[in-house]
């Protein structure tokens, strides 16, 4: 009976202990990153970028994301940090003005990626996203502004 109730115990301290390891505020890799956003040179309006870890370079981690408003985006805004390491950005642009159901506008391009080898402290990232992105709003939209 002893060393079932020992056995208990060295479970239940496991256990305990676990639980405690995951409710730490202990950080993870997120990291900040700010910056700017332009399509055929101009600001972007309003788009979304989503940051994900590159898994097929060995990186793993949460998801950031972040608005573009006025050609600028930001994670501290939202408290959604990027992963540090290599990340692929996926970008979405929209031309801003409002119409039905989509507060951001007609799509300039949809889904254009960008990878990024982030530092491990918050940065300041500037992307050029280029013409030939326009296609993809193109094909999935019809012309684009």
């Given at each position: 009976?002893?060393?079932?109730?020992?056995n208990?115990?060295?479970?239940?301290?496991?256990?305990?202990?676990l639980?405690l390891?995951?409710?730490?505020?202990?950080?993870?890799?997120?990291?900040?990153?700010?910056?700017?956003?332009?399509?055929?040179?101009?600001?972007?309006?309003?788009?979304?970028?989503?940051?994900?870890?590159?898994?097929?370079?060995?990186?793993?981690?949460?998801?950031?994301?972040?608005?573009?408003?006025?050609?600028?985006?930001?994670?501290?805004?939202?408290?959604?940090?990027?992963?540090?390491?290599?990340?692929?950005?996926?970008?979405?642009?929209?031309?801003?003005?409002?119409?039905?159901?989509?507060?951001?506008?007609?799509?300039?391009?949809?889904?254009?990626?960008?990878?990024?080898?982030?530092?491990?402290?918050?940065?300041?990232?500037?992307?050029?996203?280029?013409?030939?992105?326009?296609?993809?709003?193109?094909a999935?939209?019809?012309?684009?502004?």
């Open positions: 009976m002893k060393a079932m109730t020992r208990l115990q060295a479970w239940l301290t496991v256990g305990i202990l639980f390891n995951s409710c730490s505020d202990k950080p993870s890799n997120r990291v900040d990153v700010w910056g700017t956003v332009k399509f055929k040179n101009q600001p972007i309006p309003a788009g979304l970028i989503v940051m994900n870890p590159d898994l097929s370079k060995g990186n793993d981690g949460p998801q950031g994301m972040a608005e573009i408003r006025g050609g600028r985006f930001d994670t501290r805004q939202s408290n959604k940090g990027a992963p540090s390491g290599p990340v692929i950005f996926m970008i979405d642009g929209f031309d801003g003005v409002a119409q039905g159901e989509s507060p951001s506008g007609k799509p300039l391009f949809i889904g254009y990626k960008v990878q990024l080898d982030l530092p491990k402290q918050a940065s300041e990232q500037n992307i050029d996203v280029p013409n030939s992105a326009g296609v993809t709003a193109k999935a939209y019809g012309p684009v502004p």
